[in-house]
């Protein structure tokens, strides 16, 4: 079992940055590929970021390419991303996940354990 707390959200100005933190309890957080997912309202939850279980891959969505980083810290428990360069579209809830896998898959439904949210609203 897993558990994972984001934290980090807020109200930000278009063209600023945030950096969201997502702890996870167990000894066995390096045994996770992790991924950073949003859910913007009346829309689908959508993959953001991805980061396989020792940290040297990572994958983006298109939208956030360039602009957010993802990374982790497995001593720590910990994977982050780093949001610069926000876009009043980047408004949304949100979730760390963890995956039974080696590199962080794109959907949703092959994640095992969720976090509960932090919202990140942008401002124009």
């Known amino acids: 079992q897993v558990q994972l707390v984001e934290s980090g959200g807020g109200l930000v100005q278009a063209g600023g940055s945030l950096r969201l933190s997502c702890a996870a309890s167990?000894?066995?957080?390096?045994?996770?590929?992790m991924g950073w997912f949003r859910q913007a309202p009346g829309k689908e939850r959508e993959f953001a970021a991805g980061?396989?279980?020792?940290?040297?891959?990572?994958n983006y969505a298109t939208s956030v390419k360039g602009r957010f980083t993802i990374s982790r810290d497995n001593a720590k428990n910990t994977v982050y991303l780093q949001m610069n360069s926000l876009k009043p579209e980047d408004t949304a809830v949100y979730y760390c996940a963890a995956a039974r896998f080696s590199i962080s898959p794109m959907h949703a439904t092959l994640y095992d354990y969720w976090g509960q949210g932090t919202q990140v609203t942008v401002s124009s």
């Open positions: 980061i396989s279980r020792n940290g040297d891959n990572t």
């Open positions: 167990g000894r066995t957080f390096s045994s996770y590929a």
